[in-house]
């Protein structure tokens, strides 16, 4: 099946910091997801990007389907951004909410 | 609103007990899945239901057993659990199974078996 790599697993930032996070799958997907799980343990979907840049605020995301990455960029780091950032796909074909999610990326932000 | 709701947050059951976790959306969508998490791993899919109908078994044990009630509702009844599966039980939903949409995930019920 379908792997997902992402990286680094732990991230340490002081706040005001700017982070990059990667995330690369071995096969072609028609859905990526990010999502970042704050430690209550709600995954909160920050952005659906199978191929394309979007930005929301202090977040961006860029993914390049056709060299099987994407990205995802925090800028001005807060401490209300720690918790864990996941990367989904789900394999071209696949049902849509079979998603194989990375193992993480656990981000620190300290004050 | 791109909302699902979980009920209850945190459950505590014996072994022997019976008890159900529940899922509710109003957001039209008509594919909605269990997913379970385990701590400091990703989650995994259960089940996916399309259209009311079971699609997929992720060969879950049968102590788990999904239901759902019509395309607002998702439940899962877990019966003679095992301490193994105390986890956080993650529901989902998106517009249908087949299209390239955004999946939501609601915040979770927190499941300790004793």
């Known amino acids: 099946g379908i792997q997902v790599e992402q990286s680094p697993p732990d991230l340490i930032l002081q706040e005001g910091a700017n982070s990059t996070l990667r995330c690369n799958f071995s096969?072609?997907?028609?859905?990526l997801q990010w999502f970042h799980q704050n430690p209550w343990g709600q995954l909160i979907n920050l952005f659906y990007i199978p191929s394309g840049t979007k930005q929301n605020g202090r977040l961006s995301a860029t993914t390049v389907a056709t060299e099987r990455y994407s990205l995802l960029y925090i800028s001005s780091s807060q401490t209300t951004d720690s918790g864990v950032y996941f990367c989904a796909v789900v394999n071209y074909g696949g049902s849509q909410g079979n998603l194989i999610f990375g193992k993480g990326t656990k981000l620190s932000v300290k004050p | 609103d791109t909302e699902v709701t979980q009920t209850p947050k945190h459950l505590v059951m014996g072994m022997t007990n019976k008890k159900s976790l529940k899922c509710e959306q109003h957001?039209?969508?008509?594919?909605m899945y269990w997913y379970k998490q385990k701590a400091k791993k990703p989650p995994e899919l259960m089940f996916v239901y399309s259209y009311e109908k079971l699609s997929i078994n992720e060969s879950v044990p049968s102590r788990f057993s999904p239901e759902c009630p019509n395309s607002s509702l998702l439940n899962l009844h877990l019966h003679a659990l095992q301490p193994e599966d105390s986890a956080l039980y993650l529901c989902?939903?998106?517009?249908?199974?087949?299209?390239?949409?955004?999946?939501?995930f609601g915040e979770g019920s927190w499941l300790t078996v004793v």
């Open positions: 957001m039209g969508h008509r594919a």
């Open positions: 096969d072609s997907v028609n859905n």
């Open positions: 989902a939903s998106t517009l249908t199974e087949s299209s390239g949409n955004t999946i939501y």
